[in-house]
């Protein structure tokens, strides 16, 4: 099966900056889409940001030209740099990813989720 670990969630500051990083472990042919989901409390999960294969990006409104998200297509992992980070950003964040396995199927797989707490 796939696993998928994130990390590099915590506590920061207004206007400070976190990069998030999840890892794809597992029976992994071929990775497609990858993106970052984020819940805030009494709120539905949104879309934050997303990559396709071929490098193609495409962000929330709120977070354009704050936030940048990457792939290392060799080590199975995407990245969240997040920077002048808001109050209005606190959330759990969760990664998100289109995985073809060892059944050659496309999947959605994802995270467990990290804590981001933005707070002066």
């Known amino acids: 099966q796939v696993q998928l670990v994130e990390s590099g969630g915590g506590l920061v500051q207004p206007g400070g900056s976190l990069r998030l990083s999840c890892a794809a472990s597992?029976?992994?042919?071929?990775?497609?889409?990858m993106g970052w989901y984020r819940q805030a409390p009494g709120k539905q999960r949104e879309l934050v940001a997303d990559?396709?294969?071929?490098?193609?990006?495409n962000y929330a409104d709120s977070v354009k030209g704050r936030f940048t998200i990457s792939r290392d297509n060799a080590k199975n992992t995407v990245y969240l740099q997040m920077n002048s980070l808001k109050p209005e950003d606190t959330a759990v964040y969760y990664c998100?990813?289109?995985?073809?396995?060892?059944?050659?199927?496309?999947?959605?797989?994802w995270g467990q989720g990290t804590q981001v707490t933005v707070s002066s």
């Open positions: 998100k990813l289109l995985i073809m396995s060892g059944t050659l199927r496309y999947n959605d797989y």
């Open positions: 597992g029976m992994i042919f071929r990775i497609n889409t």
């Open positions: 990559i396709t294969d071929d490098g193609t990006t």
